[in-house]
């Protein structure tokens, strides 16, 4: 049975940072593009990052670039999101995802692309 778990949300001030981990088992990150998105209260679910399975390439959303960063652990099979400079507009839900196994690199900003999705985590951006 597959699962993806994400963890390491939380409440953080405006300027603070935050780790985000999502634990996948019964898949290899490796072998698949991951993603996160976010959904914020009241707004529809929106792309974040992805990490393509090979080369390291990443894909980021225009709002969190430079702010954001994407990593894979192949070793223990998880993909992270490292957070800093965070903002109000920071505060939403968020989801790792899995695409299918050796997925060809288009339209990794589409929800549609990935198979496999996490139950989120929250976090909450206030002073």
């Known amino acids: 049975q597959v699962q993806l778990v994400e963890s390491g949300g939380g409440l953080v001030q405006p300027g603070g940072s935050l780790r985000l981990s999502c634990a996948a088992s019964?898949?290899?990150?490796?072998?698949?593009?991951t993603a996160w998105f976010r959904q914020a209260p009241g707004k529809e679910r929106e792309f974040v990052a992805a990490?393509?399975?090979?080369?390291?390439?990443?894909y980021y959303a225009d709002s969190v670039k430079g702010r954001f960063t994407i990593s894979r652990n192949d070793t223990k099979n998880t993909a992270d999101l490292q957070i800093n400079s965070m903002k109000p507009g920071d505060t939403a839900v968020y989801y790792c995802?899995?695409?299918?196994?050796?997925?060809?690199?288009?339209?990794?900003?589409?929800?549609?692309?990935?198979?496999?999705w996490g139950q989120g985590t929250q976090v909450t951006v206030s002073s």
């Open positions: 019964g898949l290899a990150f490796r072998n698949r593009i």
């Open positions: 990490l393509i399975r090979r080369g390291g390439i990443t």
């Open positions: 995802a899995a695409s299918p196994p050796y997925s060809i690199t288009a339209q990794v900003m589409s929800e549609d692309k990935y198979d496999f």
